[in-house]
C-alpha cells in the first residue's frame, strides 16, 4: 500500500468522524431546544381559581387583587364595614335595652338606668300601673327589635363575605377568557334563482 491511498483513507475516515459528530451536536441542540420549549411551557403560570378563592377566603379584596380587579376592593371593604358598623350600632342599643328592662324589673331601687333612655320621662313609673306596664312591653319590644336587626345583619355579613369569595372565584374563571373587540360586518350582493326566475339579494357575514 503507497503512502498516497493511506493519506486517502485516513481523509475519507477522519471526514466520516467530523461528519457524524456535526449530525450528532446538530441533535443534541435540536434536543436542547426542544427541552427548553418544553421547558418554558411547563413553567408557564395559568390564572388559578383556586388561588383568588382562597386568598379572598382568608382576607376579603385579596382575590380582587390577584384578578386585577382593583376597583373591587373598596366596594368589598365598603360594604363589610357598612353591615359591621350596624351590626355594632344594633348590639349596643340592645344592650341598653337588656340592662333597662332587668333594672326595671328587679327590687333594688338604686338601679335605675331605664331612666335615662328617651320617653321615659312621658311614664308615670311611681303611681300608675298602667304605665310601668306598657313600659316594661316597650322595653321588651325594643329588646327584641335590635336583637332580631343585629341576628338578621350578622347573617348579611357572612353573606357578603361569600359573596365577595364568589365574585373572586367567577372573576378568576374568566381572566384568560379572550374576548375580542374585532366585531366587524361584511356583506356583498348575491344572485339566486327560483323557478327560473332570478332573485337578488345581499350576503351578510359577522365577524367576532
Known amino acids: 500500500m503507497n503512502?498516497?491511498?493511506?493519506?486517502?483513507?485516513?481523509?475519507?475516515?477522519?471526514?466520516?468522524?467530523?461528519?457524524?459528530?456535526?449530525?450528532?451536536?446538530?441533535?443534541?441542540?435540536?434536543d436542547s431546544t426542544r427541552v427548553m420549549h418544553i421547558d418554558e411551557e411547563k413553567t408557564e403560570v395559568k390564572h388559578s381559581p383556586t388561588k383568588a378563592?382562597?386568598?379572598?377566603?382568608?382576607?376579603?379584596?385579596l382575590g380582587q387583587a390577584y384578578n386585577?380587579?382593583?376597583?373591587?376592593?373598596?366596594?368589598?371593604?365598603?360594604?363589610?364595614?357598612?353591615?359591621?358598623?350596624?351590626?355594632?350600632?344594633?348590639?349596643?342599643?340592645?344592650?341598653?335595652?337588656?340592662?333597662a328592662y332587668r333594672d326595671f324589673t328587679d327590687?333594688?331601687?338604686?338601679?335605675?338606668?331605664?331612666?335615662?333612655?328617651?320617653?321615659a320621662q312621658y311614664y308615670d313609673l311611681e303611681n300608675s300601673e298602667t304605665d310601668r306596664a306598657n313600659f316594661k312591653t316597650n322595653l321588651t319590644r325594643q329588646q327584641d327589635y335590635y336583637r332580631r336587626n343585629r341576628d338578621l345583619l350578622i347573617i348579611s355579613f357572612v353573606g357578603f363575605y361569600g359573596l365577595n369569595i364568589i365574585d373572586a372565584s367567577v372573576d378568576a374563571h374568566f381572566f384568560d377568557f379572550d374576548i375580542s373587540e374585532?366585531?366587524?360586518?361584511?356583506?356583498?350582493?348575491?344572485?339566486?334563482s327560483f323557478n327560473n326566475v332570478p332573485l337578488y339579494g345581499v350576503n351578510l357575514s359577522f365577524t367576532f
Open 53 to 61: 378563592t382562597i386568598y379572598s377566603a382568608i382576607l376579603p379584596g
Open 182 to 192: 374585532d366585531l366587524t360586518i361584511n356583506w356583498q350582493p348575491t344572485m339566486s
Open 3 to 30: 503512502a498516497g491511498s493511506l493519506i486517502s483513507k485516513i481523509v475519507v475516515v477522519v471526514t466520516l468522524v467530523f461528519l457524524s459528530l456535526g449530525a450528532a451536536a446538530q441533535k443534541l441542540e435540536v
Open 68 to 99: 386585577k380587579k382593583y376597583w373591587k376592593v373598596p366596594l368589598v371593604y365598603a360594604g363589610l364595614g357598612t353591615i359591621g358598623y350596624f351590626v355594632h350600632w344594633n348590639n349596643d342599643n340592645y344592650k341598653v335595652m337588656k340592662l
Open 107 to 119: 327590687t333594688d331601687p338604686n338601679t335605675n338606668s331605664y331612666l335615662d333612655l328617651n320617653g
